[in-house]
């Protein structure tokens, strides 16, 4: 029995560009440091310094950590001191201005909805990235704000997807086997591929030769599916 749903967030909850809104999201963090750092240095530091530490084991050390500490090696700057400035402008800006646009897919807040009312456990399995204040601006444009989460992937998290100590994580902060959970996403690499052996999936995005992705479909034959196996 499916106990938990993991389920992606770009692509497959928000009809939104997934790596369009991270490059617009280092633009905005560039222009808050503006005054500190050149802005395309900044955006240097994290392609060439951060983002290949995050992909790399960092047990114990959160992904916001190695982000910052990554940025701050390559400019040669405190990492706390750009980490803090940079919080304090999120808490202040709208986050609605990056990268504005982005929907719900369909069937989305349908299933969740019913995840709940089934009881099941509900994570927000996106790429673990982004401080919570900004996942939480892209929950809202998919309307799903309002859903209670069990757990929601952020910077805080110390492994990214697709690493399986990333999905252990999840598992482990909800109590979970693999077994009992059921992984949702559009991206096959990430989201479905490397999952913890036993654990189910459900594949939404685009199919193409030579994939086998295995169950897959649309999360609204996700909603009928599970209607099917609880009511």
């Known amino acids: 029995m499916v106990k938990a749903l993991l389920i992606d967030l770009d692509g497959t909850l928000l009809d939104l560009d997934g790596d369009a809104f991270l490059e617009s999201y280092i633009d905005a963090v560039a222009g808050y440091l503006a005054p500190v750092v050149d802005p395309e240095r900044f955006s240097q530091a994290v392609w060439a310094g951060s983002i290949p530490m995050m992909t790399r084991p960092h047990p114990l050390r959160s992904n916001g950590r190695v982000l910052w500490e990554g940025v701050g090696e390559y400019l040669g700057l405190p990492p706390a001191t750009l980490e803090e400035r940079v919080k304090r402008r999120l808490a202040d800006e709208d986050l609605a201005a990056i990268y504005p646009g982005g929907e719900a897919v369909a069937g989305a807040r349908e299933l969740l909805l019913l995840g709940a009312r089934f009881e099941i456990k509900l994570a927000l399995a996106t790429m673990p990235i ?7 601006e892209r929950l809202r ?6 859903i209670p989460w069990d757990f929601i992937a952020t910077e805080e998290m110390d492994a990214v997807k697709p690493e399986a100590a990333y999905w252990e994580a999840i598992m482990d902060a909800l109590h979970v086997a693999p077994d009992e959970c059921l ?30 992705p295995g169950p897959a479909g649309t999360l609204t034959d996700l909603v009928g599916w599970l209607r099917r196996h609880r009511d």
């Open 141 to 146: 444009r998919a309307a799903l704000a309002d």
């Open 130 to 136: 982004y401080p919570e204040a900004v996942v939480r």
């Open 183 to 212: 992984v949702v996403g559009d991206d096959y690499f990430r989201d479905i591929r490397q999952v913890p052996t036993g654990t189910h999936t459900f594949y939404v995005g685009p199919l193409h030769p030579g994939l086998d």
